[in-house]
């Protein structure tokens, strides 16, 4: 008898300390995007992405400040904000998705996993239903999710005048990677 | 006359293109080295932005001004870029102000939490997914 009860204690704390935390915090994810063309090659990156996991609900959210993004020229960061993205009228980026193969992901056990993402993407004040793959990665506590994809500009209604066409890549890269620290 | 619409012609192409290729290849703005539009503590900055975003925005993310802050050190992170994220408290659990230094600032020893300091850079808005927040980057330390 008392072996059972102190087995079943011991598996109370274990799975505590396992499924204990469920939601996971970013506050400094990178998400960056790249465009090459045999003119010019185009890369900003915005390391001030605010990002939210719910590994029990698999809710995941993220939040980019257009702003933010750094180009390697001022003339290329002066048009992403001004002409295309008109950060003034729609300072931000947000997603706000699921994790729809929640089952094959064990957040308590250190691994890579494969993960489909489901949900709205607003760029531009343009919301889009996407789904798109990605990779969970699980080592002692942390989690580091990454994706990339391809974003076609006039989907969100982004003009790209006819004498830039060729020097922008469409579809553009995106490359999301997010290390999450669970919420204390 | 002929010659004169010539030189004329020429000259207008040359200041074109020239125009063309000082914008192309003009720099960023170093907040680091250019004078500060604005000086507000960290909870003045909040305040304005939890308050009034649009307004708030116009005002210190709009044209790239330079925002001075100065502030409580609440914590002291990282980044994979090899920057460093000073987050300034608000006195209000909700909120803070987060900043990052440029990848060129010099982060001697002296910064801890709980220390005042203040940081000059870009004030790109506010984020509000997981507290409110409002972004600073390209930071520099000013004292």
């Given at each position: 008898?008392?072996k ?7 598996l ?6 396992s499924?204990g ?5 970013s506050?400094a ?12 090659t ?9 990002s ?8 995941i959210?993220f ?5 933010s993004?750094?180009f390697?020229r001022?003339?290329m960061?002066e048009?992403f904000?001004?002409?295309y993205m008109?950060?003034?009228?729609f300072?931000k980026a947000t997603?706000k998705?699921?994790?729809t193969n929640?089952k094959?992901?064990n957040f308590s056990?250190d691994g890579v996993?494969?993960?489909i993402?489901?949900g709205?993407?607003?760029?531009h004040?343009?919301t889009?239903?996407?789904t ?5 990665e699980v080592?002692?506590g942390k989690?580091v999710a990454?994706?990339k994809f391809g ?10 005048p006819a004498?830039v066409?060729?020097?922008i890549a469409n ?6 990677d997010?290390?999450y620290s669970?919420?204390? | ?6 030189i ?5 192409i040359?200041?074109g293109?020239?125009?063309g ?5 003009k720099p960023t703005?170093?907040f680091?080295?250019?004078e500060?539009d604005?000086?507000?503590t960290a909870?003045q900055?909040?305040?304005e ?5 649009k ?17 409580v050190i609440?914590?002291i ?5 090899s920057?460093k994220?000073?987050i300034?408290s608000?006195g209000?659990?909700d909120?803070?102000?987060c900043?990052?230094?440029t990848q060129?600032?010099s982060?001697e020893g002296?910064l ?5 300091i203040k940081?000059?850079g ?9 507290a409110?927040?409002v972004?600073?980057?390209?930071c520099?330390?000013?004292?």
């Amino acid at each position: 008898m008392k072996k059972i009860i102190i087995a079943s204690l011991l598996l109370l704390t274990i799975s505590s300390v396992s499924f204990g935390q469920a939601k996971f915090l970013s506050r400094a994810g990178h998400i960056w995007f790249y465009s090459k063309t045999p003119v010019e090659t185009i890369e900003a990156h915005n390391y001030q992405v605010a990002s939210f996991l719910d590994v029990t609900k698999g809710t995941i959210a993220f939040e980019v400040l257009n702003k933010s993004f750094k180009f390697e020229r001022a003339l290329m960061e002066e048009h992403f904000n001004e002409n295309y993205m008109e950060s003034e009228k729609f300072p931000k980026a947000t997603f706000k998705g699921q994790i729809t193969n929640l089952k094959d992901i064990n957040f308590s056990k250190d691994g890579v996993y494969n993960a489909i993402i489901e949900g709205d993407l607003t760029i531009h004040g343009v919301t889009k239903h996407i789904t798109q793959k990605g990779t969970i990665e699980v080592t002692k506590g942390k989690i580091v999710a990454k994706s990339k994809f391809g974003i076609k500009p006039e989907d969100y209604k982004i003009e790209i005048p006819a004498l830039v066409k060729d020097k922008i890549a469409n579809p553009l890269d995106v490359t999301v990677d997010i290390t999450y620290s669970p919420m204390k | 006359m002929k010659k004169y619409i010539l030189i004329i012609g020429i000259l207008a192409i040359v200041a074109g293109v020239g125009f063309g290729l000082m914008k192309y290849f003009k720099p960023t703005k170093d907040f680091a080295k250019s004078e500060a539009d604005f000086s507000v503590t960290a909870q003045q900055l909040f305040t304005e932005f939890s308050k009034d975003e649009k307004n708030s925005s116009a005002k210190y993310v709009h044209n790239d001004k330079t925002v001075e802050i100065s502030g409580v050190i609440q914590s002291i992170s990282a980044n994979s870029d090899s920057t460093k994220t000073i987050i300034l408290s608000v006195g209000n659990p909700d909120g803070d102000v987060c900043c990052t230094l440029t990848q060129e600032a010099s982060v001697e020893g002296k910064l801890s939490a709980g220390k005042s300091i203040k940081l000059k850079g870009q004030c790109t808005g506010l984020q509000e997914l997981i507290a409110k927040e409002v972004i600073l980057i390209r930071c520099a330390i000013v004292q």
